[in-house]
């Protein structure tokens, strides 16, 4: 079931209603395959207007040529009463944003150059009809586009500097000048995952906020105003109720590579001028939201000292006019804006989970990771009081709300339906499924429902896994099992959707899938007990659930497997080492040598937050850590899955040494590679190659475990 709450002046009454259907046909005549991904449809960024009547939307599919994706913007009226409509004509449409008044969406889009994607700019349609027009066009494209309350302008960030506008000016159209394509790197964090061009990030072009002013239909284009410039970066950026100021985020110290984060709430008048500090912690600010009052404002932050591996999101309130941050969740042990892992969640479009304030300023709502869900939840904005907003097994992955926060568009999605987006109606509770893109699809395939268990690791700790068993399941079989491994390793697995394990459990095998000591919406204790302890403990908590698991007997213990993703490539590594129970194992996007992974990793771990000094400092701390080390009693055949632009966990710090050292060795190990694929290979990759990668996963298991 899923509870609901009714959202009337400052009190919420939960009101219950039934659970929209799962799509896991019970009669149907086949289960899921792996190219079934081909016809998956996501939607992403649920805008709802603000007169709550109508969502805007990004639809996601595969391409033609399976090799991307194509993004558009849909429309869907809010009590379901039509289906969902095409409203752009794009392929690439995304972040659609609602003008105050209704009457017109704001969108990005890439531009073309060469027939690949240019820089992208916004665009304004009318909703009346007619063709969406630019309202930007800068060198170095536009993006995140937010309303001004009286609707005549849009703030939006870009990193285009004033030379870039200059060369545009004087550009003759003749043949350009040559530009260097050499790099100066002065800064040690120069890499970023999912960066084109090799990962490099541009140094010192930080983005910056710029205003443009919507032109009247007919008008010609007006130039936009650079509002704030600078060494620093800006972003999540809103408007002051009277428009007079733009509030955003930004971590203003300088030379702060060897520091924790600790990023601030600004604002700046609309003509510009210096920025003043409007709110601060000792860490970084997240979301943040003005209360309709106009006298307070809302944020997520999380602190930053002591360093910790893991530290809790919390809710925190404060004064505009000047107060000490209240953190309202100090005493609520759930991750504040936490989610789940999946494999699911759109490839491409946005994801918000916005901080919403109730409409007579005494409630907050927010998402909250909790042992396995993510639901909304309502805070009181003077006591830190919690409770339910939406309830029940399942992920709210994305969305906003109306001006009264009268009704919320969500993605909602559960282990057996991918996401859709469903309207909740807080003047009644009842919450109405408006697009149902997969429903024809999965209506043919049978699909298996996980089951919850909680059993005692090592220590007595509790630990939450699922286990996912065959369709067609049969208790007095012995099965195969394959067990998976998140990673984070500061995430959790939970109550969403994710193809891979169902892939798996319809090729025959139970899939065990667990959150041990480490992971997110535990609490602050449980995510944090590893740090300068990872991997270890949360090893044994693993196989803790694999011993519960053998127990119910319908497990064969010689036929076990074992596979991870990132940190959970390094757990799969650790734990072939620690034992040879496992008779295959396959290693994604990997970690074996720990002091490799410090010098090379884009957001290499220069604060003392999972090793207490840096390799050359204390090297024996890595060692002893790493997998690496520990080669000579691997005899567990391994098949590396591996990324050739993965810049988060490198190939070379990863699986390329670790294969190497195996074949040395005279033992069983593959390496496949992935060209142009970064550390989201499973999760929004090409077509093809999340594909390919689940065909080498499970034939590798086949091969060694399967029937």
Avoid at 129 to 143: F, I, M, Q, S, Y
Avoid at 460 to 469: D, E
Wanted: aromatic share 10%.
């Amino acid at each position: 079931m899923l509870r609901m709450a009714l959202l009337i002046a400052c009190s919420f009454v939960p009101a219950f209603v039934p659970a929209a259907v799962a799509q896991t046909a019970e009669g149907a005549a086949r289960t899921i395959t792996e190219t079934d991904l081909f016809d998956f449809v996501w939607v992403s960024d649920p805008q709802i207007s603000p007169d709550g009547t109508r969502v805007a939307f990004v639809r996601v599919t595969v391409d033609a040529a399976k090799e991307t994706y194509d993004t558009s913007i849909w429309m869907v009226p809010a009590d379901g009463s039509e289906p969902a409509r095409r409203i752009t004509g794009g392929t690439r449409d995304t972040s659609p944003r609602w003008s105050p008044d209704g009457t017109h969406l704001a969108f990005v889009r890439p531009g073309e150059r060469d027939g690949r994607p240019g820089a992208a700019q916004i665009f304004v349609m009318s909703m009346q009809g007619g063709e969406a027009r630019a309202v930007t066009d800068l060198p170095r494209g536009a993006a995140n586009p937010v309303w001004s309350p009286d609707g005549a302008s849009i703030a939006f960030t870009s990193t285009t500097k004033p030379d870039d506008q200059a060369a545009k000016a004087t550009d003759t159209g003749g043949k350009p000048a040559r530009v260097s394509d050499v790099l100066v790197i002065t800064e040690p964090r120069y890499r970023a995952n999912g960066v084109p061009d090799f990962g490099f990030v541009q140094q010192g072009r930080p983005s910056h906020i710029w205003v443009v002013d919507v032109p009247a239909s007919g008008a010609a284009p007006k130039p936009a105003t650079q509002i704030t410039s600078g060494e620093f970066s800006e972003g999540n950026v809103s408007w002051s109720p009277d428009g007079s100021r733009l509030f955003f985020v930004s971590d203003r110290r300088g030379n702060t590579t060897h520091l924790p984060g600790d990023s601030d709430l600004w604002a700046v008048a609309r003509s510009g001028g210096e920025p003043t500090r409007v709110a601060s912690i000792d860490g970084g600010i997240g979301a943040y939201a003005l209360s309709p009052d106009g006298r307070r404002v809302a944020f997520t932050g999380a602190l930053s000292t002591p360093v910790r591996s893991y530290t809790q999101t919390d809710l925190w309130v404060a004064d505009l006019a000047g107060s000490t941050p209240k953190n309202l969740t100090a005493d609520y042990d759930f991750n504040i804006g936490g989610g789940l892992g999946g494999d699911q969640r759109a490839p491409r479009g946005g994801s918000p989970a916005p901080i919403v304030w109730t409409a007579d300023s005494r409630g907050v709502i927010v998402r909250v990771g909790e042992q396995g869900n993510a639901n909304l939840k309502r805070v009181d904005a003077s006591t830190g009081a919690v409770s339910p907003v939406t309830d029940g097994s399942q992920d709210v992955m994305s969305y906003t709300a109306s001006r009264d926060a009268g009704r919320f568009a969500l993605v909602r999605s559960t282990p057996t339906i991918i996401g859709d987006v469903h309207v909740l109606d807080a003047t009644t509770g009842d919450l109405t499924k408006v697009t149902g893109f997969n429903d024809a699809l999965f209506a043919t395939i049978r699909q298996s429902e996980p089951e919850e268990i909680w059993y005692d690791s090592f220590d007595g700790t509790k630990i939450q896994g699922w286990v996912l068993k065959p369709p067609s399941f049969d208790a007095s079989k012995k099965y195969p099992l394959i067990v998976e491994i998140h990673g984070g390793p500061h995430t959790a697995y939970g109550n969403t959707y994710t193809h891979e394990f169902q892939w798996m459990a319809a090729k025959g095998y139970v899939v065990l899938y667990t959150n041990p000591r480490g992971s997110s919406n535990y609490g602050q204790e449980f995510g944090n007990i590893i740090q300068y302890r990872y991997p270890g403990d949360d090893a044994k908590d693993i196989m803790a659930g694999v011993d519960w698991l053998l127990k119910q007997g319908y497990v064969d213990a010689g036929r076990m497997g074992v596979t991870g993703g990132s940190g959970g490539g390094l757990l799969t590594h650790w734990i072939v080492t620690q034992t040879t129970r496992f008779k295959a194992a396959v290693s994604q996007r990997d970690i074996s040598d720990w002091a490799a992974f410090w010098y090379t990793a884009d957001f290499t771990l220069f604060t003392p937050s999972w090793f207490t000094k840096p390799p050359f400092q204390n090297p024996q701390e890595y060692v002893e850590r790493s997998p690496i080390t520990y080669v000579e009693k691997i005899e567990t055949p391994l098949l590396f899955i591996l990324g050739d632009e993965d810049w988060r966990t490198p190939p070379s710090a990863g699986g390329e040494p670790l294969f190497r050292a195996l074949r040395y060795l005279g033992k069983e190990a593959v390496m496949v590679r992935f060209p142009d694929e970064n550390h989201e290979l499973s999760r929004s990759g090409k077509p093809w190659h999340r594909i390919e990668r689940l065909q080498h996963i499970v034939g590798w298991f086949d091969k060694y475990i399967g029937d």
